[in-house]
């Protein structure tokens, strides 16, 4: 499976931006998926998540205000992520990633990884 995350810039506090990730590969509509972000001197954090019937998952810090969705067509796969009242801490390259099977909030357990976008929110 193959990722292409796009999307990222920088934008105020409080303000908003999508993010988008295109997968392509045999059976990747089954596949679950999910954004990470790695801030500088982080550990990589699970940001949010929705398996291949479209049920979604989220990190503590962004629920409520992050929204994940996904379009599945044959072989590809169009993964999205609207990030609203953006604040500061969520600065960090944000990562799409997917697997086969159920999905998971630990990064250790997806095989397939995007190139990461910035995102850059000031104050």
């Known amino acids: 499976v193959q990722l292409q995350a796009s999307g990222g810039g920088l934008v105020q506090a409080g303000g908003s931006l999508r993010l988008s990730c295109a997968a392509s590969g045999r059976t990747v509509s089954r596949y679950s998926m999910a954004w990470f972000r790695q801030a500088p001197g982080k550990e990589r954090e699970f940001v949010s998540g929705?398996?291949?019937?479209?049920?979604?998952?989220?990190a503590d810090s962004v629920k409520g205000r992050f929204t994940i969705s996904r379009g599945n067509a044959e072989n590809t796969v169009s993964l999205q992520m609207k990030m609203n009242s953006l604040k500061p801490e969520d600065t960090a390259v944000y990562y799409c990633?997917?697997?086969?099977?159920?999905?998971?909030?630990?990064?250790?357990?997806?095989?397939?990884w995007g190139q990461g976008t910035q995102v850059t929110v000031s104050s």
């Open positions: 990633a997917a697997r086969q099977g159920q999905m998971y909030t630990a990064g250790a357990r997806y095989n397939s």
């Open positions: 929705i398996n291949w019937v479209g049920s979604p998952h989220y």
